[in-house]
């Protein structure tokens, strides 16, 4: 078997890590399924430019990255710019000199720093928004190899991205892959949507995209969990601040203002407020583990969260009970499935998100046969599966009081049947699948290669001469094409 060389901005040991955001845990079980490598930050900030890869049992290759980098590239570029943009928060975007080209400049050095670890047989696959130019950097360093590019975010409408300063160059990045995945068809819609009227890529008749000089595929592999690691759980034990008939609604997610917090908050104060029956027997408990504190916007949503959580516990608590249980550290993940398993609601509720992992693993922690309700914002790329839960538009707090309500009162054969078509869609989708799936693409696309994709100069030399002998005839038509191969044309 091939191997795989995994490329994402933070590599995580989890048997030592206490926490992590959805794309660690995923990669793990990519790392753990396949002959692998996996290379990226290891988290530290150093003042040492010499710091070169420290490699463990050949399957981790991790580097540090210098306080400039860390904050041109990583706070600033990824996480002021795109992270924010995808996320449709124009709003938040810091578009500040410099942010680019030290993200590029890292993308650069890391590339550098991969390449001589490369086989020939490698297939290389890239994870998220930190690395969009990576291919395109290792491109340049004669890598011939397959490269596969995985958006873990959503893809922003078309308008939205074209905000971005510098979108061509990322859209001429991301032709320098061989297949870019995405979360859902909506996202996939959005991409090619971009590409069409941002950068006039054009469908070809395999269904790929001709973007600059390239082909490129792109589709949806929507992520999953490994269901095994969250089935098959007890309930955490122990009584729901101490009386028996508390039921528990759970929250957890990373502190961030894309997860609707503060939303989720006002929701479950309306619906006290609106069915007073129900205060003192229903407790939320939201763990949101710290994240990204440096960046500005991080330390807004956490005052925002921590006064709305104040107001309504002052509001409604009593001597022997709080409405909300704030949490604001992470928690052990050995212990997230007994939580989800023991709580009546999963309350999910981003204003918009990727996927949203949490949701399916409160779906595999449920038992089949007194499982559950998840409440679930219907801008979750998990709503475009799990259609079985309780969609609700988070920005109408009416409507999430109401979900909370029907939830707590859903009778059980609803729930079972509901959790059922949630727990198959679950299992239909899992981590194995998602990355069997992708892997199996990237090689069919590669295999079904075009004379025309970027590999070497030579092989463009040859596919502009067989394109002037006239024998690709389905490329002839494509003026953009010819002059991408054309002596000093842009693939020159
Ligand atoms: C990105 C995209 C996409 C959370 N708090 C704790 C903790 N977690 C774990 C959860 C889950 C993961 O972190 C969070 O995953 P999500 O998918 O919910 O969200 P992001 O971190 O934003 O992930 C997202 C994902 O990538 C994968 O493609 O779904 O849309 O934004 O596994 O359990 N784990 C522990 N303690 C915590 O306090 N141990």
């Known amino acids: 078997m091939r191997r795989v060389v995994v490329v994402s901005n933070r590599v995580i040991d989890l048997r030592k890590a206490p926490q992590a955001g959805g794309v660690a845990v995923a990669l793990a079980d990519v790392v753990r399924l396949h002959n692998s490598l996996w290379f990226g930050w290891n988290g530290e900030i150093t003042s040492d430019a010499t710091a070169g890869v420290a490699t463990r049992e050949g ?57 001589p670890m490369l086989r020939a047989d490698d297939v290389i696959w890239v994870h998220d928004y930190h690395l ?60 090619i949507d971009y590409m069409a009227n941002g950068v006039f890529g054009r469908i070809v008749p395999d269904g790929r995209i001709r973007l600059f000089d390239r082909l490129v595929s792109v589709a949806s592999f929507p992520i999953g969990i490994d269901v095994t690691d969250f089935s098959k759980v007890k309930r955490a034990g122990g009584l729901v601040q101490g009386r028996p008939s508390v039921s528990r609604i759970i929250g957890v997610d990373r502190l961030d203002y894309t997860k609707g917090l503060p939303q989720k908050f006002k929701a479950f104060g309306r619906f006290l407020e609106k069915y007073p029956q129900y205060q003192r027997q229903v407790v939320l408990t939201q763990i949101a583990a710290p994240t990204r504190a440096s960046v500005e916007a991080y330390s807004d949503i956490r005052q925002q969260l921590e006064s709305l959580a104040g107001s309504i516990n002052g509001r ?100 079972r049947t509901r959790h059922e078509a949630l727990m198959a869609a679950v299992r239909k989708h899992d981590v194995a699948s998602w990355c069997q799936a992708f ?42 094409a010819l002059e991408a191969v054309r002596p000093g044309g842009r693939a020159q």
């Open 59 to 115: 399957r981790l290759a991790t580097v540090p990255l210098s306080e400039s980098d860390h904050e041109g590239y990583y706070l600033g570029y990824a996480n002021s710019v795109l992270w924010p943009v995808f996320h449709n928060r124009l709003d938040l975007a810091q578009f500040e000199a410099g942010f680019y080209d030290r993200y590029v400049a890292v993308n650069r050095r890391l590339a550098g720093l991969l390449q």
């Open 132 to 191: 969009i130019p990576f291919a395109t950097e290792l491109r340049k360093l004669g890598v011939q190899n397959p490269i596969g590019f995985y958006l873990h975010i959503p893809c922003p409408p078309w308008q939205t991205f074209m905000a971005i300063p510098e979108h061509q160059d990322l859209a001429r990045a991301l032709a320098a892959y061989d297949l870019v995945g995405l979360q859902t068809k909506a996202d996939v819609a959005n991409l």
């Open 316 to 415: 409604f608590g009593e001597l022997d009970w709080v409405p909300i249980h704030y949490i604001h550290r992470s928690t052990p993940r050995r212990r997230l499935a007994g939580i989800y398993r023991s709580s009546r609601i999963g309350m999910v509720t981003p204003l918009r998100d990727g996927m949203n992992l949490v949701a399916k693993e409160y779906v595999a922690a449920q038992d089949a046969e007194d499982p559950g309700v998840l409440v679930l914002s219907q801008f979750a790329g998990a709503a475009e599966e799990l259609t079985e839960a309780l969609i609700i538009n988070p920005y109408n707090v009416e409507e999430t009081a109401d979900g909370i309500r029907s939830a707590l009162e859903m009778p059980l054969a609803e729930r």
């Open 439 to 480: 892997l199996s693409q990237l090689e069919r696309v590669r295999s079904d290669d075009d004379p025309l994709s970027w590999h070497s100069p030579e092989s463009i030399r040859t596919a502009l001469a067989k394109l002037e002998q006239g024998t690709l005839p389905r490329l002839r038509s494509s003026s953009r």
